[in-house]
């Protein structure tokens, strides 16, 4: 009988819906971030990640980067904010200048000032 009981509350305990899940909001954004090469993709997708972001993937082509996050625990500001801090600008935030003049030089990319100035 004991087990009986066990095994329920641990049947109703797998299917039970944890209320603090239920309000997650995951969202996707598509940020526009200037960069030139693979090592680019790697530095932006990390800092982005660092910022919160769950996936992220940035397309040299296009210069887009499409991230998807918790909007309970991080935002596209702050994701924005991250990939400025590692030297690449985006469409909202100048990348760091000093970050900037330590990329590689592969990733040294014709700047284009956008709206904000990062801190």
Not at 73 to 100: L, P
């Amino acid at each position: 009988m004991k087990t009986a009981n066990i095994s329920i509350a641990l049947l109703l305990s797998i299917f039970t819906i944890n209320p603090s899940s239920a309000q997650t909001a995951l969202k996707t954004e598509t940020i526009k971030v200037w960069g030139n090469c693979g090592i680019c993709k790697s530095h932006i997708e990390k800092a982005a990640k660092v910022a919160g972001a769950t996936t992220a993937n940035w397309n040299k082509d296009t210069k887009q980067l499409v991230v998807s996050f918790d909007s309970a625990k991080t935002n596209d500001i702050s994701i924005q904010q991250s990939i400025a801090k590692a030297g690449y600008d985006t469409q909202d935030f100048s990348g760091n200048d000093i970050a900037y003049k330590k990329l590689d030089a592969c990733c040294q990319y014709d700047r284009k000032k956008p709206a904000k100035k990062q801190q």
